[in-house]
């Protein structure tokens, strides 16, 4: 988005995924930024309003129809949210309790562990992560998705990160598709002088090569 005039302000986001299945595995990766700045009437300069990098990748290894073994590493940084880097990697096991060729429900639970920086201040800890997946496809052109990820402190359980995920997708032609995404990252404790959540939503369009 663009605007100019009384107000100047520009916002860009950018995600990309990609995926590849062989006959028992499953490897994804994905990528999520998003930029802007904006300046006021009376103000001199822009201000950064958002300035954020998230990023995953995820190895799946079927061990049953329905039971599978995961490694994952996720990886972000967000400068409004005082979040100069953090990276998890866990690994542990999934189950699919629906499988389905158009409505798939999966949940995965396993050990890991979590390295920040928040506003120049350094920690690590171990923890668990508890997900959920859930994807439908009403027909060929259209199609939702919801995701949950709670991951929390071993030693404490309330130093928590949630992570919420909905989405839906229509396409217009073949390859080309209207996307509306809302995101929502809580965090018990943030950075210093910062909020605990942080929510997004977002409307774009989604190109499949």
């Known amino acids: 988005t663009l605007a100019s005039g009384n107000s100047e302000s520009i916002l860009v986001t950018l995600n990309a995924e990609t995926q590849r299945k062989w006959a028992k595995s499953q490897v994804m990766f994905g990528i999520y930024g998003g930029y802007g700045e904006a300046r006021g009437v009376n103000d001199t300069e822009k201000q950064k309003n958002t300035d954020y990098i998230r990023g995953f990748a995820q190895y799946n290894y079927d061990l049953t129809k329905r039971l599978y073994a995961y490694g994952r590493l996720d990886g972000e940084t967000d400068k409004i949210a005082g979040v100069d880097y953090r990276y998890k ?20 639970v396993g050990p890991g562990y979590l390295w920040e920086k928040l506003d120049g201040v ?52 073949e390859s080309l598709a209207l996307r509306v995404m809302f995101q929502d990252v809580y965090n018990t404790r943030p950075a210093a002088g910062r909020k605990h959540n942080d929510a997004r939503l977002i409307a774009g369009l989604n190109y499949v090569f």
């Open 89 to 108: 990697i866990s690994v542990g096991l999934g189950y699919y309790f629906i499988k389905k060729e158009k409505t798939t429900l999966s949940a995965e």
């Open 122 to 173: 350094r920690d690590h800890y171990a923890t668990i992560r508890f997900a959920e997946r859930f994807e439908h496809d009403f027909n060929e052109r259209a199609r939702l998705w919801q995701g949950l990820e709670y991951t929390p402190q071993v030693t404490d359980w309330l130093n928590c990160i949630v992570t919420f995920e909905l989405g839906v997708e229509a396409d217009i032609i």
